[in-house]
DNA sequence: GCCACCTCCTTGACTGCTCAAGTATATCCC
DNA sequence: GGGATATACTTGAGCAGTCAAGGAGGTGGC
């Protein structure tokens, strides 16, 4: 970024003329995006099945995972969170039955978060209004197939690691 | 969403073959690319000017607004925030003298935010960071004009409203 | 066998937001 | 002018995450 090529229409020191595409822009518009499909999800699926939208990721990358559990270090990578944050995360889900804490054979530090039968009942559900909810976020009559695409595209060049593949 | 048109490939009843863009999955990986973002931001303003990004999205909203200043309730609005939410955010940025307190004359009820002229100081070297980290994030090498422009777009449309136009 | 070091996980203290409730002021209608 | 209602803002309680510290268990060198 030291001796990126200057262009003219973005120069930081002449306000008012935003001609070319402005990173900085573009970065605030990501943070405005997201917040907003975050309450969307919340609502839904917070007012339907009494859980976040970080409740429902944990659950969705646990269904994936083989055997619908995992280390509780490696669904702290895959969700993007500390692992403080997964334990806290984890303990109301726990409490409700919809996930349990398993321990490893051969080795006594690792704690599986593993899905319950319920929990993957529960997911069914969930997933259900979620795929709504986004199916309603990125409307068909606004957003084409190939806008879709190129977004979630665009997004995983950005974002690093994917949210898991598959979705199914 | 009662009658969109449906794609086969998407069929959220059939499992296991994604082949078109999934709008849930994008919603996830948006959720994923704000978070990474959000830290990088967070990490370059806190270490040098020892604001959060939201401190800096502040700021930079009430630079925008005519003289500087802006009723609480409308910057809730531009940050997509609720009214305490800025009451709690602006009140560290008063006690370190980048803000102040403005009463209306015409209207006891409101306080303005006001930026304070080493707020617009400080704002300025913020705005140099913030750049550079966006511009890192958004690496030349691999983010062309046309993705940045595309990207951007994508998200004015998928957000609502933008982050405040002009950003110089 | 033992000591140093590393990994996995939890906990306490904190931040940054939320909602619900409360206060103060303005406005409308009679 | 005076009550009902609406608006602007603050405050208390709570939730979801962070970091820093610490406990418990595994691993490798000698």
Same mark, same amino acid.
């Given at each position: 970024?030291?001796?990126?090529?200057?262009?003219?229409?973005?120069?930081?020191?002449?306000?008012?003329?935003?001609?070319?595409?402005?990173?900085?822009?573009?970065?605030?518009?990501?943070?405005?995006?997201?917040?907003?499909?975050?309450?969307?999800?919340?609502?839904?699926l917070?007012?339907?099945h009494?859980v976040?939208?970080?409740?429902f990721?944990?659950l969705?990358?646990?269904?994936?995972?083989?055997?619908?559990?995992?280390?509780?270090?490696?669904? !702290? /990578?895959? @969700?993007? #969170?500390?692992?403080?944050?997964? +334990? $806290?995360?984890?303990?109301?889900?726990?409490?409700? %039955? *919809?996930?349990?804490?398993?321990?490893?054979?051969?080795?006594?530090?690792?704690?599986?978060?593993?899905?319950?039968?319920?929990?993957?009942?529960r997911l069914?559900e969930m997933l259900?209004t979620a795929?709504?909810?986004?199916?309603?976020?990125?409307?068909?009559?606004?957003?084409? !197939? /190939?806008? @879709?695409? #190129?977004?979630?595209?665009?997004? +995983? $060049?950005?974002?690093?690691?994917?949210?898991?593949? %598959? *979705?199914?």
């Amino acid at each position: 970024m030291t001796d990126r090529p200057e262009r003219p229409d973005t120069d930081p020191q002449h306000p008012g003329t935003p001609a070319g595409p402005d990173p900085l822009d573009t970065a605030l518009r990501l943070v405005r995006a997201q917040t907003a499909a975050v309450k969307r999800f919340d609502a839904s699926l917070g007012g339907l099945h009494g859980v976040s939208l970080s409740d429902f990721t944990v659950l969705l990358h646990l269904s994936q995972a083989p055997g619908g559990r995992m280390r509780r270090v490696d669904l !702290a /990578e895959a @969700l993007g #969170l500390t692992a403080s944050g997964v +334990t $806290r995360g984890l303990a109301p889900l726990e409490r409700i %039955g *919809l996930v349990t804490r398993e321990a490893a054979a051969r080795d006594a530090r690792v704690a599986y978060a593993a899905l319950t039968p319920t929990g993957r009942d529960r997911l069914a559900e969930m997933l259900h209004t979620a795929r709504q909810v986004a199916a309603d976020h990125f409307a068909a009559d606004r957003w084409s !197939a /190939e806008d @879709l695409t #190129l977004l979630s595209a665009l997004l +995983t $060049r950005l974002g690093g690691t994917a949210p898991g593949q %598959g *979705l199914g």
